[in-house]
Each structure stands twice: as C-alpha cells, then as structure tokens.
C-alpha cells in the first residue's frame, strides 16, 4: 500500500486506485510522523494509542468537488438529503475517519492517513495512589506491544533529589480484560514524595507518560484549608442530612468538582438561567464537559433526569468537537434511591452521585486525584 501510494498507484484486490496530480503541481509530499497518545502536538487524532502515521497531502477537496462535477454546497444538500441521511461532507468525514474535529471543505485538504500503533498506554481511570506506593494500571492490545517495553518513572520529594526506577513490563503479569490486555504495578512512595511522572517506553520511543499527584499535593485544597481547616463546613453542605438547603447543597458540589481540578462555571449562581444546568465543569486536559445538575431531594423528583437528559443531548448537538457527560448529584444515600430511578440513569448513561459517591470524591480529592482520573473512571 504504502509503495503504492509512493509510485501513484495503489493495487487492491478488487482493482486499483491510482493518486494523478497535474504537471504544474508540487512533487508528492510523504512524510512519517510518530505521535504519542499523551503529547499535545500528536497528529493521528482518531487513535487511541501512540501510533506512526503516514501521511500523503494532496489538493485541496473544495478543488476535488468541484472538479468532480458538483457544488460542494449542493453536495452537502444532497448527502443530508439521501436515504441514509447525514449532517454534509463534515459529519460523514467525523463518521467514517473517526476524527473528531469538524472537518472544513473549503480549508481541507486531500490527506492519506495510514496508522500503525504502537498499542500500550496507562489506563488512567484506574490509577490509585496510597501513602506506600503508586498503583499504575495498563493496557495492551496484544502480547507483542508489552515484549520489548519498560515502564520508567521520576519521584519527586520536598527534601531529596528526584529518584528513578523502571521495569520490564514484558515480565509482568498481563491478564486477559476488555478490550485489552491489563496488568498492574506497584510504584514505591517515601515520605514527602509530592509527585510521580510514569514513562512507558518501547526503544527510544515514550508512548505515553501522565504525572500522579500525591495525597496532600492538592494546591486547591490546601488553599481552601487555610480558610475552613479539614473542610468541615463544605461537607457538612454536601452531605445535608435536612435536605433543606438545596441553593448550599449546589454550591458544594461545584467546589467539588473545583477541588479535582475542573474549571466549573456556576450556572446556577445567575440570574435568569433557570432553564440551565447548574454547573458545568470543563476537564482542561480534554474536549470533555460535564453537565451537572444537583437536588437535595429524589433524582427524579420533578422529573430532573429527563430534563438533565435533554439538556446534556442539547449542548452535545451544539458542541461537536466536544464530549458532554450528564452528571446527577444528590444530597440523599444510596439506600433511599429506587431501583426506576437508578435503572433511568443507567439507560439514559447519567452518572448519578448519591451522598456516598460525593464523600468518596471528597476524599479522592484530598488524594490528588486529577479530573482526568475521575473523567476515566465515570467512562
């Protein structure tokens, strides 16, 4: 395929495509790029793993429309018109290629993009760390990506020089999950670690690293600490047994979601938004949005979920390029759910946090666990 590509023509097994330019055209430009799943210039978006990816630039599609014998606006008038109807050129392209990012005919050009991954990485919504040690969670595709590969790691303290460790990851013990492939490792803590930047490594190539906070690291908390120490007034308005104050009740959930690293916007602070939800928290280190609605009372009281559900389904229709989880927080214990409402939210995919789930957060928070984790975890 790739000679092909090279050469103009490429043989398939019902027949051949061949790639023509014109005499006037620039040479064909093929160029390799490696791109890790955790750097921000990666180039293979689609991919979930750190892959090699070649890619071939052609001219331009508004040029290749049009050449073809249509308008590119008729086409897509006519793509949204037909019996399997889709949203234009752009949303077949988002469809079929899986590239999230909105495609533009009129900027775009042609591209060949042929990926060959390297298919390792950490599960990030598994991660865990204790006063004794980090507990990393990977996953792999396939036997041969962990053969060759290490996982190397960097543990930075208050009063020492950083420290180094690293193991063969072909010697662990690897289990059949998911998906994937699966195992665990151990990463030793002292005290006054703060942090632990991981490594895997195939070779001279990272694919993929992430940096673990550790209990007590938390910049958000500590701060907040000096003010209200250990945070007993804000969980006492998160857990609110009376179920009276549900304006203090939406105030703790946001700076919940705050302490874990989330940009929040309060929506429920404002005037004149009634018809909003009361918090959205933006993950910065993704497209994610989470939409959140918070009650004191049943989650479906007044019919919450289905409004949550509309609402989450609106902003994801409005936002393409981003990635909307709706997010139901009540002040009530699990015990007091029902069974509808819990088998509601799981069909219409809410994550529903009761009393519990908010106190398990709470003290995930003052772990160091970062809204990446949390985000990988309510996937």
């Given at each position: 395929m790739v000679r092909g590509i090279a050469s103009g023509t490429a043989d398939l097994k019902s027949g051949s495509v061949r790639y023509r330019g014109r005499s006037n055209d620039a040479p064909r430009n093929i160029q390799c790029v490696f791109g890790e799943a955790a750097a921000p210039y990666r180039s293979a978006e689609h991919d979930s793993w750190s892959c090699h990816a070649l890619l071939v630039h052609g001219s331009s599609m508004w040029g290749l429309v049009r050449e073809a014998g249509h308008d590119p606006f008729e086409l897509d008038d006519m793509i949204r018109g037909g019996p399997n109807a889709y949203d234009g050129l752009s949303d077949l392209v988002r469809t079929f290629c899986s590239r999230p990012r909105r495609f533009d005919m009129r900027s775009s050009t042609t591209i060949i993009d042929l990926v060959a991954p390297l298919a390792l990485g950490f599960d990030r919504g598994r991660v865990a760390s204790s006063p004794q040690c980090v507990t990393v969670a990977l996953r792999a595709a396939a036997d041969v990506f962990v053969a060759n590969a290490e996982l190397h790691w960097t543990t930075v303290n208050t009063g020492e020089p950083p420290r180094h460790?690293?193991?063969?990851?072909?010697?662990?013990?690897?289990?059949?999950?998911?998906?994937?492939?699966?195992?665990?490792?151990?990463?030793?803590?002292?005290?006054?670690?703060?942090?632990?930047?991981?490594?895997?490594?195939?070779?001279?190539?990272?694919?993929d690293s992430m940096s673990v906070p550790l209990a007590g690291s938390n910049p958000r908390m500590s701060a907040h600490n000096l003010c209200d120490p250990d945070g007993p007034r804000f969980t006492d308005k998160l857990r609110d047994d009376g179920w009276l104050n549900s304006k203090s009740f939406e105030t703790a959930v946001g700076l919940l979601f705050f302490f874990l690293g989330f940009q929040v916007?309060?929506?429920?602070?404002?005037?004149?938004?009634?018809?909003?939800?009361?918090?959205?928290?933006?993950d910065p280190g993704s497209s994610?949005?989470?939409?959140?609605?918070?009650?004191?009372?049943?989650?479906?009281?007044?019919?919450?979920?289905?409004?949550?559900?509309?609402?989450?389904?609106?902003?994801?229709?409005?936002?393409?390029?981003?990635?909307?989880?709706?997010?139901?927080?009540?002040?009530?214990?699990?015990?007091?759910?029902?069974?509808?409402?819990?088998?509601k939210a799981d069909r219409d995919d809410v994550v529903l946090l009761?009393?519990?789930?908010?106190?398990?957060?709470?003290?995930?928070?003052?772990?160091?666990?970062?809204?990446?984790?949390?985000?990988?975890?309510?996937r």
């Open positions: 460790g690293s193991v063969s990851l072909g010697e662990r013990d690897w289990k059949p999950g998911t998906g994937a492939l699966r195992c665990r490792v151990d990463v030793p803590l002292r005290d006054g670690d703060v942090t632990v930047a991981l490594f895997i490594h195939i070779g001279d190539r990272c694919l916007d309060p929506l429920s602070a404002q005037k004149g938004l009634g018809s909003a939800v009361d918090h959205l928290a933006h994610v949005i989470l939409a959140v609605e918070c009650t004191v009372g049943p989650p479906d009281g007044g019919g919450k979920l289905g409004k949550l559900v509309a609402r989450s389904a609106d902003l994801a229709n409005r936002l393409p390029d981003s990635e909307v989880i709706a997010v139901l927080a009540t002040a009530r214990p699990k015990d007091e759910l029902s069974p509808t409402e819990l088998e009761a009393q519990e789930d908010l106190r398990e957060l709470w003290d995930s928070a003052r772990a160091g666990v970062t809204s990446g984790q949390v985000v990988g975890r309510w």
